[in-house]
Each structure stands twice: as structure tokens, then as C-alpha cells.
């Protein structure tokens, strides 16, 4: 997938819009990219798959079911309260597992179609002998929209998704109101939604939108004004390569964090 001094680009959306929400339509979630399958990305998906990925399905994920693995794993004998981060896009996954890594206590819901990022994921899970995530390969929209039930969700992870530079792609964008209404409906109460992006003008838009959905507040505190509404990173997201190179040319990066009320 193309990368950006701070990231890999991922999902775009798809699906109707809630009524009253104008979408574009025909827009699709993701671009399904060729890329080429590394032998060891081979061996992740024939070793580790069957344990780590869970089939699209049209009804709602039994969650104890999918990670009782991950319980056992940290020596528990109950997975029902065990929190439940959904990220939509994941590029190669090097973010993902390091936040899998750095709070095991939580289960990570992974959403990627790039079948080399899929397995790069793979690869790392196995490497790092986490147990605490679960990959669906498949349109995120349809993921929300069929296998998460209302306020299912403790968190909301989406790191430098496709800015659509252009005006007049604008439009294609991920974070619109409709489907932060979604994602709004699934968090609990509590819950957050975590966007990440180094391209102002669509920090911008992202900061306007989730401003917008009534169900949302921002995290932000009056304690950094320079921020302007954007919240400082949080201990878990690590810099990768290309926002290291980004910030070293100087390119801002913007986190915009909202609680579900």
C-alpha cells in the first residue's frame, strides 16, 4: 500500500448512510491492492491462522468464544469483561501489535483486507507470542454494521487513514458523520475513539465531524490550548518509521480523541 511520511494509507468506506446522512455511493471500505505474499507471511497464515482469524459472518461475534484463547493465555477463567478494541486498518500491523503487546489486559478486534498486511500481522503475533488479537479480513462497514452489537466496544483505534488530498475526493474520506455514528452507537459508554492523521486540512475534518456526532466529547483539556481541540498522543500509540521521518521534516501529527457519553 502506498506509504506517507507518517503511515501507511488503509480503509475508505462503503455502505448507506444513516437516514438523513448523505454518503457517496459505491464507495467502498478498501482498494484491494496486489502485493506480493512473503514465504514467512505464508507460514504465518498456515500456522497461525485458524487461532487468528475469524470469518466475516452476518450475525454478532461471540466474543468469550473468540478470545478464550487470549484468556487462558493471561491465566484468566473469564473473558466477558475483558475490553475490546475494534482498529479499522492496519497497514503491515507493526502499531497493532505493539499496542497488543503493551496492554495485554485488552482484546483487539483488527480489521485489514491487504492480504500481505494480514499476514505481516500474523507473522508479528506469532513473533511476540501475543494472543490478545483477532483478525477479520473484510470490509470494516460490514463488520460494524453485522458482527458488533450497540455499545459492544471499549475503544476505536484508526491510525492515518487515506486523506484523499484532492478537493475533490474529499468525499471518499473515512471519517464522515456516517460512520462515526456507527462507531459512536457500538462503544460503551466510557468508551473512545482514537484518530490519527498528518495531513491537517482532514485532522481538521476529522476534529469537525466527531465534534459533531451527539453521542461523542472530546478528551481534549484546556490544559495544552496550543492543541486547539487535538489531544497530546497517548502512551500507546509508538511512532513508526514514516511519522519519525515526517516529524524529522517537520510534518505535524494530530490525535483526536473523543469519549462515548
Known amino acids: 500500500m502506498p506509504e506517507t511520511p507518517a503511515g501507511t494509507r488503509k480503509l475508505r468506506i462503503r455502505g448507506s448512510a444513516p437516514e438523513g446522512v448523505a454518503y457517496p455511493k459505491e464507495i467502498k471500505s478498501f482498494v484491494r491492492r496486489a502485493g506480493r505474499i512473503t514465504t514467512g507471511q505464508t507460514k504465518a497464515f498456515e500456522e497461525l491462522g485458524a487461532t487468528f482469524l ?7 461475534i461471540d466474543f468469550e468464544a473468540a478470545y478464550a484463547y487470549a484468556a487462558s493465555a493471561r491465566g484468566q477463567n473469564d473473558v466477558r469483561n475483558a475490553p475490546v478494541i475494534l482498529e479499522i486498518g492496519f497497514g503491515m500491523g507493526e502499531a497493532t501489535a505493539h499496542i497488543a503487546g503493551v496492554m495485554p489486559e485488552k482484546n483487539f478486534l483488527c480489521c485489514e483486507v491487504h492480504e500481505p498486511g494480514v499476514g505481516a500481522l500474523l507473522k508479528r503475533i506469532g513473533e511476540q507470542s501475543l494472543s490478545n488479537i483477532r483478525i477479520v479480513s473484510h470490509d470494516a462497514v460490514e463488520v460494524i454494521d453485522n458482527m458488533l452489537l450497540l455499545q459492544s466496544l471499549d475503544g476505536v483505534h484508526i491510525f492515518f487513514p487515506d486523506p484523499w488530498h484532492k478537493k475533490k475526493h474529499n468525499k471518499r474520506r473515512l471519517i464522515q458523520a456516517g460512520l462515526i ?50 489531544a497530546p498522543k497517548p502512551h500507546y500509540r509508538p511512532l513508526t518509521k514514516f511519522e519519525n521521518r515526517g516529524i524529522k521534516l517537520g510534518h505535524g501529527v494530530w490525535d483526536v480523541v473523543f469519549e462515548r457519553v
Do not use: F, M
Not at 54 to 60: D, E, K, M, R, V
Open 181 to 230: 455514528a456507527k462507531l459512536a452507537a457500538r462503544l460503551k459508554v466510557g468508551g473512545y475513539l482514537h484518530c490519527a492523521t498528518d495531513w491537517q486540512p482532514y485532522a481538521e475534518q476529522i476534529l469537525e465531524v466527531l465534534s459533531a456526532e451527539p453521542l461523542l466529547k472530546n478528551t481534549a483539556s484546556g490544559s495544552h490550548p496550543e492543541l486547539a481541540g487535538y
Open 54 to 60: 475469524l470469518p466475516y459472518q452476518p450475525n454478532a
